[in-house]
C-alpha cells in the first residue's frame, strides 16, 4: 500500500541501531500520532475492563465481596451442567438465523422499492426508519403485547377469518417469533445502507440489459446481486454481531425472565440475570467470554469465505 | 429493469408502500393512540383510536418526575451533540491513519480495532465502572462522553475507513509532491471531501446516543442529570406499584421526534454518505 | 502540523470538559452534610418522596440527593454501585434482597441506633423483627402489606354471591363458589386467575399444612408431595375452566399489574398484596376488594404481616449520623408520614397509623381494615430467606408453564423443580 511517509527503500548495509530506530520513527510517527486518541482508548477503557473481566470469569466474583480464585471451575460448570446456558445458545441461534436473513431481505425489498423515484421517497423511508428508532423504548413491551397478545391486533384479524389464535407473545412456542418480528420490523438501518449501495450502480448497466431483452428478475440476480455483494456482506456481519448480542428487546418484552419457559433466554438476558439477579458475576464473565469466541469464530469464517463471493473494484480487503 | 414506471405501476406501487407503511406504524400509532386516553381506559378499551383527545397524559407528563422533561431533554441533546463531536474528531483520525498511514503493527491494531466490535457491553461494564470510579466521574456526564473522543465507536471508524479508501490516492500524492505533511492531507483534502461519510457519523451517532439507556443508567445518579430514556423508564414500576401508563407513551412519542426530525432533516446526506463508504470503491 | 492540531483538540477538550463539568455539578458533592438515598418506585411514590425529603431538607438544612429507578433496572444499578464501595447512604430495600447484602457486608447494623436517633417506641415489635438478619438489625420495615385475593365487587355482586368470613373459609368452600359462578361470568371471564407459578400463594399452602418455603438454616421447607399437591390443585382448576388457559395466563408474564388477569378483565379472583389495591383500583373502573386467602380445612394461618419494603443503611456510608436521622424521619415522622401515607405499606409506627386514618380514601381505608382482620389470623414471620432464594423464585415460573402447558405432569413438574430447587440451595 503506498504511504505517505515509507522512504525509497534503499537499503545500506548493517544500518546502525540509532539509524534503524530514527527511521522506524519516521515511518510510523505519524501514523501513531494520529492513532494516539485511539490508542488511549483502547488501552486505557477497553483492553483494562476486558482483561479485567477475563480474570473475573476465573472467580467467583459476586459483586459484593473479593473475588475468589476458582480456576476453570466457572468454565467447566457451563459446558458439562448448565442446561439453561444450552437452551440460552439454542434461543440465540434460532434467533440469528431467522431475525438477520429475513431483516435482510425486508431492508433490501423495501430499498429497490424505494431506489426508484417514487414520489415522497423521502417520508417513505423516515416512515420505515421510525421503528428503529423505539428500539430500547420501555414501551416496546407494552406494544408488543398488544399485538400480539390474546386479544391483541393479530388475533383480531385472525378473528375475521375464523381462526383463533393463541396469545403468542406469552406462549413458550411462538413467544420468540414475536421477538423475531421485532428484530425485522426494525429493518431501518439496513435498509438505508442497500439504498446508499443501490445508489451506486451505474443505471446504464440496467439500460443495456434491457436493451439486450434481460427481464427484471435477470437483471436482479446478474447485475444488482453481485455488486451489491460487499454492501450485503457488511451488513450481514454486523446484524449477525448485533443479534449474538442481542438483550434488550427480550429483557423488555419478556419482563427481563426470558420466559415463558425460558423461550425467549437470549445469551446476553441469562448473562445478565446471572450477574445482577443471582450474584454470580465470576460465572456471568466466563459466559461472557464465551460469547465473545463464538462470535471471533463467526467473523473469522465470514471474512475467510468472503473472498469467495464479495469482490471489491480495488485490490485491498 | 428501470424503464419509466407507468402510471399503473406507480401508484400499484404507492399502494403497497402505503399499506406497508401502516403495517410497520401501527404499534406506533397505537401508543400515540392511547397517549390520548386516561388510564383506565388504554388496557381495559385497547384500540388504537381514542374514543376523544385527552392531552392530559402530555402536560401532566412533561412534569410528572420531579425534574421536568426540559432538563432531561437538555441532558440527552448536551450528550448527544458533545458525542458526535467526539466521534467525528477522534474516529477520522484514527480512520485516516488506517487508510492513508503506515506504521508497524497497523494490521494488528486494526484486526483489535475491528474486534472491540465484538465484546458484549456486559464484559466490560463492572470493571469500567469501577475505574471511572477510581476517576471520580461517576455523577458526571464524563463517562459518557470521553471515551467518544477517544475512538471508542469501532463502527465508525469502520465506516470511515473505507470511505476514505474509496478516494484516489493521487490527490494525496499531488499534494505530497507540494510538500503536504499527513496533517494537512488530512485537515485540508480529506475531511472536505468526506462531508457525506461525516454527515452519516454525525447523524447515527447522535440518534445511537439519545437512544442509549444502559451507560446513563449506570454513571447518572442524579435525577437532574437524567437523559430522556432513563427518564422514561421510571414510569413503569415493575414491582407491582403503579405504572403511569398514559404519561409513558406520551412521553415516548414526544422523545421520537427530535430524532425523526435529525433524521428527516439529514437523510439525503445519509444515503450520498453510506453510498461511498460501505465498502464500495 | 500534528503540532497545530494536538493544540487546537485539546484547546477543544479542555472548553468541553469545563462545560461538562460546570453541567455536571448539579449534585455538588458538597462535602459533609450530604445523604444519598435510593429507591425504586412509580412516579407517585417518587413524588411523595421527594416531597418528604424537600421537606427534610427544608427543616434541617442537610442536603439530601435522591436517586430512583425502576425496578428491574434498580437491582442492576445497585449492585454496580456495590461493586464499586459507592452504594448510597439509605437504601431501600427488598425482604428477598436483604438477605443478600447483609450477609455480604453490605449493609450497616442498626442496633445501636435503636432508641436513640431511631426512636422506635411505638414500633410494633414483629414488624421490627423482619429486619433482622442473623439477630442484627438491617433494615426498618416501611410498611406493612399482607396477601390477598382480590376481586371485582362489581361483578360479584351481579352474579350474586356473597363471600363467607375470610378467616374462616377453605379451598373447598372457594372452588364451589366457583362452580356456581362459573357460567354465569362475562364472556371471556374466569373465576381465578392461575396461581401455580405464584411463589407466595405458593408459600401460604406450606404454611397451611405447617411447612414453610425454607428452614431456618437454608433447606428446603417441605415435601415434594406438598409441591405436587399445590401443582394438582391449579391444574385442576385450570381443567375445569375456573382459571384461564395456559396460553391466557402466561399474557400476565412478569406480575406487572395492567397485564394481570383481573385487570384486563379475564378473572373475577386475582391474587396482588394489600399495598397494591389503590394502584390496582386506579386501573380498573368497577371497584374491587380484597379478602383473605382461603384456608385448607383446619390448616393452619397461612398469611404473615410481611414488610412491603425496608430502608438500610450502607455499612460504607460515610456520614451514618447523618443517614440515621434522615432514616429516622421518613419511619417515625408524622408530617412525613402524611405525605407518604400508606403508598409502602401501613406503618408499623402505631403513633404514625393513629394520625393518618383520618386522611385515608375508601380504598385505602379498606387496606387499613383488612390488614386488622388479618393480624387476627396470622401466623409468625417466616424464617429468612436464604442466599439464593431468589433463584428459585425465578424458577417457579418454568416449572409452572410446562405444567400448565401440558408438557409434564403435575407430578413429574413437582418433581424436576424440587430436585432443581434442593441442588440450588446445595450450592448456595
Known amino acids: ?317 | 429493469m428501470n424503464r419509466k414506471p407507468t402510471l399503473r405501476q406507480e401508484v400499484f406501487r404507492h399502494i403497497l408502500l402505503a399499506i406497508a407503511s401502516i403495517v410497520m406504524l401501527y404499534p406506533l400509532l397505537w401508543m400515540i393512540g392511547s397517549s390520548f386516553k386516561p388510564d383506565e381506559l388504554i388496557f381495559s378499551h385497547p384500540t388504537a383510536l381514542p374514543t376523544s383527545f385527552d392531552l392530559s397524559n402530555y402536560i401532566h407528563g412533561w412534569t410528572a418526575l420531579r425534574v421536568s422533561f426540559t432538563t432531561f431533554y437538555k441532558n440527552s441533546f448536551i450528550i448527544a451533540a458533545l458525542a458526535v463531536i467526539g466521534n467525528l474528531a477522534a474516529c477520522s483520525l484514527t480512520a485516516f491513519a488506517f487508510a492513508r498511514l503506515d506504521f508497524r503493527f497497523k494490521r494488528v491494531w486494526f484486526v483489535l480495532m475491528l474486534g472491540t466490535l465484538m465484546l458484549p457491553y456486559h464484559v466490560t461494564l463492572v470493571p469500567q465502572y469501577v475505574m471511572f470510579l477510581h476517576f471520580g466521574w461517576v455523577n458526571s456526564f464524563l463517562p459518557l462522553i470521553v471515551p467518544k473522543f477517544l475512538a471508542v465507536d469501532a463502527f465508525f471508524v469502520f465506516l470511515m475507513v473505507q470511505f476514505f479508501r474509496g478516494i484516489p490516492r493521487e490527490i494525496d500524492e499531488a499534494a505530497i509532491m507540494d510538500g503536504c505533511g499527513p496533517w494537512r492531507i488530512y485537515w485540508k483534502i480529506m475531511l472536505p471531501l468526506s462531508t457525506p461519510v461525516l454527515a452519516t457519523a454525525a447523524i447515527f451517532s447522535f440518534i445511537w446516543t439519545y437512544d442509549d439507556f444502559l451507560g446513563p443508567l449506570i454513571y447518572l445518579n442524579d435525577m437532574r442529570t437524567y437523559t430522556v430514556p432513563l427518564a422514561l423508564r421510571a414510569f413503569v414500576d415493575s414491582s407491582g406499584g403503579e405504572s403511569l401508563y398514559g404519561a409513558l407513551f406520551a412521553m415516548s412519542a414526544l422523545s421520537l421526534v427530535p430524532v425523526f426530525v435529525v433524521f428527516l432533516a439529514f437523510q439525503r446526506l445519509i444515503i450520498r454518505g453510506v453510498a461511498l463508504g460501505a465498502l464500495k470503491r | 502540523m500534528t503540532r497545530t492540531f494536538t493544540r487546537r483538540e485539546f484547546g477543544g477538550l479542555v472548553a468541553s470538559t469545563t462545560a461538562i463539568s460546570a453541567l455536571a455539578s448539579t449534585g455538588a458533592f458538597a462535602a459533609g452534610e450530604s445523604v444519598r438515598l435510593i429507591w425504586w418506585g412509580n412516579p407517585d411514590r417518587d413524588k411523595r418522596t421527594n416531597d418528604v425529603i424537600d421537606l427534610y431538607m427544608k427543616q434541617t438544612g442537610t442536603e439530601v440527593v435522591p436517586e430512583t429507578y425502576g425496578w428491574n433496572d434498580y437491582w442492576q444499578k445497585l449492585a454496580t454501585q456495590a461493586a464499586g464501595r459507592n452504594l448510597p447512604d439509605l437504601i431501600q430495600m427488598d425482604y428477598r434482597y436483604i438477605f443478600e447484602y447483609a450477609r455480604r457486608q453490605q449493609l450497616a447494623a442498626l442496633d445501636d441506633y435503636v432508641g436513640k436517633t431511631l426512636e422506635l417506641a411505638d414500633f410494633d415489635p414483629n414488624q421490627l423483627a423482619s429486619g433482622k438478619v442473623d439477630g442484627h438489625l438491617y433494615g426498618i420495615s416501611m410498611g406493612a402489606n399482607s396477601m390477598t385475593y382480590v376481586y371485582d365487587q362489581a361483578v360479584l355482586g351481579k352474579v350474586g354471591v356473597e363471600l363467607p368470613d375470610p378467616t374462616k373459609w377453605t379451598n373447598e368452600d372457594f372452588e364451589k363458589i366457583g362452580m356456581e359462578v362459573k357460567d354465569k361470568l362475562p364472556d371471556g371471564m374466569f373465576f381465578v386467575q392461575n396461581m401455580g407459578s405464584v411463589e407466595p400463594r405458593l408459600e401460604t399452602w406450606m404454611r397451611q399444612r405447617g411447612k414453610a418455603l425454607y428452614t431456618e438454616d437454608g433447606t428446603i421447607g417441605y415435601e415434594v408431595e406438598d409441591l405436587a399437591d399445590f401443582f394438582t390443585y391449579w391444574k385442576d382448576l385450570q381443567d375445569k375452566g375456573l382459571t384461564p388457559p395456559a396460553d391466557v395466563q402466561s399474557q400476565d408474564a412478569d406480575g406487572k399489574m395492567e397485564t394481570s388477569m383481573i385487570v384486563t378483565g379475564k378473572s373475577l379472583f386475582g391474587f396482588i398484596h394489600s399495598n397494591q389495591l389503590v394502584a390496582n383500583q386506579k386501573l380498573m373502573p368497577d371497584e374491587i376488594n380484597i379478602t383473605m386467602i382461603p384456608n385448607l380445612t383446619g390448616g393452619q394461618p397461612g398469611q404473615y404481616l410481611k414488610p412491603s419494603m425496608l430502608l438500610s443503611m450502607a455499612a460504607t456510608s460515610s456520614d451514618k449520623d447523618a443517614a440515621a436521622a434522615l432514616m429516622n424521619f421518613f419511619i417515625t415522622n408524622p408530617d412525613a408520614n402524611k405525605i407518604l401515607q400508606i403508598e409502602r405499606g401501613v406503618s408499623g409506627d402505631a403513633s404514625v397509623r393513629e394520625e393518618l386514618i383520618t386522611g385515608l380514601s375508601p380504598t385505602e381505608k379498606m387496606v387499613i381494615d383488612y390488614l386488622d382482620i388479618v393480624a387476627t389470623s396470622v401466623g409468625p414471620l417466616p424464617p429468612p430467606p436464604p442466599k439464593n432464594a431468589g433463584e428459585l423464585e425465578l424458577a417457579l415460573r418454568p416449572a409452572w408453564d410446562a405444567i400448565s402447558f401440558e408438557q409434564v405432569t403435575p407430578a413429574d413438574g413437582a418433581k424436576k423443580y424440587y430436585d432443581d430447587a434442593v441442588a440450588i440451595l446445595a450450592r448456595a
Open chain 1, 1 to 317: 500500500m503506498a504511504t505517505l511517509t515509507e522512504t525509497a527503500g534503499r537499503r545500506r548495509a548493517a544500518p546502525a541501531l540509532g539509524d534503524r530506530i530514527r527511521r522506524e520513527l519516521r515511518r510510523s510517527g505519524p501514523g501513531y500520532l494520529f492513532l494516539l486518541p485511539w490508542l488511549i482508548g483502547f488501552f486505557v477503557l477497553t483492553l483494562g475492563p476486558t482483561l479485567a473481566s477475563l480474570y473475573l470469569s476465573f472467580t467467583n466474583y459476586d459483586l459484593l465481596t473479593t473475588p475468589r480464585w476458582t480456576g476453570l471451575g466457572n468454565y467447566e460448570y457451563a459446558f458439562t451442567q448448565d442446561e439453561r446456558l444450552g437452551n440460552a445458545l439454542r434461543v440465540t441461534f434460532t434467533y440469528v438465523l431467522w431475525s438477520v436473513p429475513l431483516k435482510l431481505a425486508a431492508a433490501l425489498g423495501l430499498a429497490m422499492v424505494l431506489d426508484r423515484s417514487v414520489r415522497a421517497v423521502g417520508i417513505y423511508r423516515a416512515t420505515f426508519y421510525l421503528p428503529s428508532l423505539l428500539g430500547a423504548s420501555v414501551a416496546i413491551a407494552v406494544l408488543w403485547r398488544q399485538i400480539f397478545g390474546g386479544e391483541g391486533l393479530v388475533n383480531q384479524l385472525l378473528a375475521t377469518v375464523g381462526i383463533h389464535g393463541p396469545a403468542w407473545v406469552s406462549h413458550p412456542s411462538y413467544a420468540l417469533s414475536t421477538l423475531v418480528i421485532l428484530a425485522v420490523w426494525q429493518f431501518g438501518s439496513p435498509m438505508i445502507i442497500f439504498l446508499a449501495g443501490l445508489r451506486q450502480i451505474p443505471q446504464d448497466l440496467y439500460e443495456a440489459a434491457s436493451m439486450e431483452g434481460a427481464s427484471g428478475w435477470r437483471q436482479f440476480w446478474k447485475i444488482t446481486l453481485p455488486l451489491l455483494a460487499p454492501v450485503i456482506f457488511f451488513n450481514l456481519v454486523l446484524q449477525t454481531i448485533e443479534g449474538f448480542k442481542a438483550f434488550t428487546q427480550a429483557f423488555i418484552v419478556s419482563g427481563g425472565t426470558g420466559g415463558p419457559i425460558d423461550s425467549t433466554l437470549f445469551y446476553s438476558l441469562y448473562l445478565y440475570q446471572e450477574a445482577f439477579a443471582n450474584f454470580r458475576m465470576g460465572y456471568a464473565s466466563a459466559l461472557a467470554w464465551i460469547l465473545l469466541v463464538i462470535i471471533a469464530v463467526f467473523t473469522a469464517v465470514a471474512f475467510g469465505t468472503s473472498k469467495y463471493w464479495v469482490y471489491y473494484e480495488d485490490e485491498g480487503r
